[in-house]
């Protein structure tokens, strides 16, 4: 059983900042890639940014410049901290890992329940 908790959401001023922490917890044999997408009402979710164990960091468009994501391997978290928020920032934000449970298993997507992060204008 795998499970990813966030918590740091909540609500801004624009202009304002946040940051989005994210652990995974349970039975994990390694992790590929950590990262957040976001689902803003009556949108489909999308990626906000993510962190391949050994990789270069992707973001969308959108937050380059304003978001960072980071992530500590040996606490299996990942983090995002947003500079500069706008009102078309407000969605509620997902954890993500693609990771597997055992050697045997292939890698396996999971999420997190979301963190509501708003802004206000």
């Known amino acids: 059983q795998v499970q990813l908790v966030e918590s740091g959401g909540g609500l801004v001023q624009a202009g304002g900042s946040l940051r989005l922490s994210c652990a995974a917890s349970?039975?994990?044999?390694?992790?590929?890639?950590m990262g957040w997408y976001r689902q803003a009402p009556g949108r489909e979710r999308e990626l906000v940014a993510i962190?391949?164990?050994?990789?270069?960091?992707n973001y969308a468009d959108s937050v380059k410049g304003r978001f960072t994501i980071s992530r500590d391997n040996a606490k299996n978290a990942v983090y995002l901290q947003m500079n500069g928020l706008k009102p078309e920032d407000t969605a509620v934000y997902y954890c993500?890992?693609?990771?597997?449970?055992?050697?045997?298993?292939?890698?396996?997507?999971?999420w997190g329940q979301g963190t509501q992060v708003t802004v206000s204008s």
């Open positions: 993500y890992a693609a990771l597997r449970t055992s050697y045997r298993r292939y890698s396996s997507d999971y």
């Open positions: 349970g039975s994990i044999f390694s992790i590929n890639n």
């Open positions: 962190m391949p164990s050994g990789g270069t960091s």
